[in-house]
């Protein structure tokens, strides 16, 4: 049974006062992370929005002991202090239960600059958590392309809109054969919670990555925050999954969709609630433009179906 809102614990992790947009989703998120973490841990972060939210010494936004490391380096950064502090208590300088290591990453960070160090931590099966917020872009630097932005999306490096889709990042990652991958959104934060108190169980690598619809890059209000989080969700653009040791379960709703109980919407719903989308559909082509993203969604949940048969 997924935990609810209302029994998430009161503790706080993310205080009051951070730098954040209002309606933040990687915010929100990490504030959901922290509940499910508590303040037994160490927190790595890479150039991005929640960097630029923390604030400045001596009072940061996040209640636990940070290190702002080099874009590149999430992967091996956070190697080296997991084995450092096995080392430590190996040696007796350190006791009790060790903290939990983690990086707090964006998908710029995560898809495509700290590539190269998140693979070789994963082959390596390190003790860390990283979690990916993904918002589909380099939003820090005003909004740029990653591997994470989906094909028609207008970012500045885009500007007719990007014409390759979005790559498989959670897959990629459960490919390392790493003991525990997750997706989630913040639309679902009992989902999301579960999920994370599962990882920080787990020892070896953990890779949580979770959709952060960012009002700024793409385009709406930024009070429907949530509402656009289940949107992707319910239109099979985001699909909510989990593998532990290797094996894919699907979580609501996205397992309706998978298993045929309940039809994904039609994108065209998701996407025209989005200013990112609006060059693509003033074209005389938006139709055409339209059904690939569809193509895209429709063929990523047929290939996640069939993957998902695969245990061994
Ligand atoms: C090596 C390097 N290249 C570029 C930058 C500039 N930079 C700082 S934050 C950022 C965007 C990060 O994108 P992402 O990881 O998706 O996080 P987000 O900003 O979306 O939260 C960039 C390009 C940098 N700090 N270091
Ligand atoms: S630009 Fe987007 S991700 Fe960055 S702080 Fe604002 S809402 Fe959050
Ligand atoms: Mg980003």
Redesign the pocket.
Same mark, same amino acid.
């Given at each position: 049974m997924t935990t609810s809102i209302k029994q998430l614990p009161d503790t706080e992790q993310v205080l009051s006062g951070n730098g954040a947009c209002g309606g933040c989703p %990687?915010t929100m998120a990490l504030r959901i992370v922290g509940k499910a973490l508590g303040p037994n841990a160490i927190m790595l972060l890479?150039?991005?929005?929640?960097? %630029?939210s923390m604030g400045m010494t001596p009072k940061l936004g996040y209640n636990w002991p940070g290190i702002n490391i080099?874009? %590149?380096t999430a992967g091996s950064s956070a190697s080296g202090i997991t084995h450092a502090l096995e080392i430590m208590k190996e040696k007796g300088r350190l006791e009790g239960e060790l903290p939990t290591v983690f990086s707090w990453?964006?998908?710029?960070?995560?898809y495509d600059?700290g590539f190269q160090a998140l693979s070789a931590a994963a082959e390596r099966n390190d003790n860390i958590i990283h979690f990916c917020?993904?918002?589909e /872009?380099?939003?820090?630097?005003g909004v740029?392309r990653?591997g /994470?932005t989906p094909r028609g999306s207008f970012t500045t490096t885009t500007p007719t809109g990007k014409r390759q889709p979005k790559k498989n990042m959670a897959l990629l990652m459960l490919e390392h054969n790493i003991p525990y991958v997750a997706t989630a959104t913040v639309a679902y934060p009992g989902d999301l919670y579960d999920k994370v108190v599962k990882a920080k169980n787990i020892p070896g690598m953990k890779y949580i990555e979770i959709l952060a619809p960012?009002y700024l890059?793409w385009q709406f209000d930024m009070s429907d925050t949530v509402q656009m989080s289940r949107a992707a969700v319910r239109s099979g653009a985001w699909l909510l999954w989990e593998a532990e040791n290797g094996k894919i379960t699907f979580n609501n709703p996205t397992s309706l969709i998978i298993n045929g109980k309940k039809a994904a919407e039609p994108v065209d719903e998701y996407v025209k609630k989005q200013g990112r989308f609006n060059r693509l559909l003033k074209g005389a082509d938006s139709a055409e433009r339209i059904a690939e993203i569809q193509g895209d969604i429709d063929r990523e949940i047929a290939f996640m179906r069939e993957r998902a048969k695969i245990t061994i």
């Open positions: %990687a890479t150039p991005s929005c929640s960097v %630029a080099t874009f %590149a990453v964006g998908d710029g960070g995560t600059i917020y993904n918002n /872009a380099y939003s820090n630097t740029q990653s /994470a960012c890059g």
